[in-house]
């Protein structure tokens, strides 16, 4: 179960929602800060209004999120979410400009003596007064809700710390010197001892909303940019569709489209959903959705995705799946669902921010105390104290993980890499070998005619006229390839008759008044056909070479081979050096013989091999290299890959495998080409290495800052401009995954 929080102002939000949320009896809940969901596991009988309640009595706001709208016109998404950020962004941007224009001149005033003239205090406190109450406002409203929850969040910091130092300067103006003519003040990096009450900090506390304003302004608009991949993964849907009825064609909106309907795609249309083509020829474009840039060929009975771009014919499909069922929709669902998971770091560093603001008011109040134990003053403790509660707030820690989350999966989304939750990433970092099932992964799964031996008595046109007409009979994957062969190299195949399968051993027909027979060598001595030594030469050398070797006879004699083989994919050699330049030991997997493997493996550069395995020993061939201490990625797409996907510490499907591979594989590759493998790896570390550094800084700032706030070394005002900096850096950061490009797309 999901749900949309609002109200949160930073990651300790988060953190109390979600421990209010998992006091519920048997809820497991994660509050994610950058995405502002709630992603919940619950027992019957617990509601999305039970969930809420506990969310609005601990002082926020929740909603049942409408469900993705893949198919929506592309503006409706948008307008979607604009509708639900824009009123908060325009609100940040209002009181930012407002509270620059008035924070300049008071900051000004504080730090030129030649423009401070007589009672310019009670100028700065005119100007001052209005950002402090109206501009700050958003950080005083949440401190009191949570208040009043009993609870300390990082607005509890800045309220406290603006508003200590705008009560002192009230004092100061009112009570103290402060007002008085003739009264100069010079700035300081560091605080400065003197008479308390001749100093005001009204430059500290506009200073310090008006810059936690312009970080959190940024803030926002950043992670809107990091979930723009997600908006526009969802926008690549269709927004009417051509339907097909009694041969008659009506345009309605997409959403009216059903399963089973037929629909007419003409040449530059999207294909509105998923489908199979009814009737037409022509050439998909995918590269929106898979950033596959060549377009691929399709024909009567092929299955077509939606929000692909139809290239040339006209087609006529049949959808298969409407809403929710589409590709288009999962791939959104496998964002999202990534996107609102935590890595291991992340949960430490919840951990971390939900008890460091207590901590840092108990800092702030030692510090005031020990200052003034040590004769400094009410004054310089005060702004000592404040400096400590402005420099503290944790917003970077809790920006740390999620928004470089955000982004990566984001971008993977755009890559043809579909990343299943943080836990792939954390386990793409420790992985050494990379397991390849080799039928649809190193190879392309589709079998092709590689090379024929026509005997001495016999043509090469006569052998593939004859062997591909009686081929053309079958629909065995080997008779595809030798019919599909023959028909490139010598066009319109004759007729065949008394086409007959002969028990999986192989296959007979009449051709041109010749009794063909094509099969196993084993076959043709079985039924006192001549095989002469050239022929079977020509079979051993093709079997040598890996691949599977069809005799054609007629006449009582053998006249020739046919070797066909499962066709090495042709990024796959380039793909198995890339990996072993990040540090892989690729193993080729297969349940084919040891000879076909080995002929494979030599041809993409692969040393190990574990040949001729069934399914359940591929979960074992797993397990023993895990026993040796290896980290295992498995590369797969069969149904009989799925154990193993789900067995090896990271699971990597193809995009071409079927629906079981891709439920137990931690990360999808939409593509199917195989150097989308190596983008899932590159990709995936590179956005652990950021998600990494983002939170060295942010621990490393609030650990080195802290201390020197609280040593009295750092002006309030310039705590506050440190703080927001430390946020944005942290999202800035996180930005720059989108710059990532696809080695696929780069080798084309």
Known sequence: MELEISGMTCASCAARIEKKLNKVEGVSAAVNYATEIATAQVPAGVTADDLIAVVEKTGYGARVPAPPQPHAAPSAS??????AEDPELRDLRHRVIGATILTLPVIAMAMIPALQFDHWGFASLTLAAPVIVWAG??????????ARHGAVTMDTLITMGTGAAFLWSLVALFIGTAGEAGVRHSFHLTLTHGDPLEYIYLEVAAGVITFVLLGRYFEKRAKRDSGAALRALLDLGAQQVTVLEDGVERTVPIGELRAGQRFVVRPGEKIATDGRIISGRSSVDASMLTGESVPVDVADGDDVTGATVNVSGRLVVEATGVGEDTRLAQMAQMVQDAQSGKAEVQRLADRVSAVFVPIVILIALGTVIGWVIAGAGWGYAASAGVAVLVIACPCALGLATPTALLVGTGRGAGMGVLIKGPEALESTKKVDTIVLDKTGTITTGVMTLQDVQ??????????????????????????????SGAREQVGDLPEVTGFENLAGSGVRGTVDGHDVLLGRESLLWERGIHVPAEVTAAREQAERAGRTAVLVAWGGHARGVLAVADTVRPDAADAITRLTDLGLTPVLLTGDNETVARQV???VGIDQVIAGVLPHQKVEAIQRLRSDKHAVAMVGDGINDGPALAEADLGIAMGSGTHVAMEAADITLVRTDLLAVVDAIRLSRRTLRTITGNLFWA??????????????????????????????????????????RSVGQAAR
């Open 78 to 83: 948008s307008e979607r979410t604009e509708h």
């Open 454 to 483: 026509a005997a001495a008595d016999t043509s090469t046109r006569e052998l593939l006229a004859r062997a591909g007409a009686v081929e053309s009979a079958s629909e065995h994957p080997i008779a595809v390839a030798i019919a």
């Open 699 to 740: 621990f490393a700032y609030n650990t080195a800052a802290v201390p020197v706030a609280a040593l009295g070394l750092l002006n309030p005002m310039l705590a506050g401009a440190a703080m927001a900096f430390s946020s944005v850096f942290v999202v800035t950061n996180s930005l720059r995954l989108r710059s990532i």
């Open 137 to 146: 406002w958003p950080f005083h409203r949440a401190t009191a809700i949570n």
């Open 601 to 603: 493996a030599a041809e």
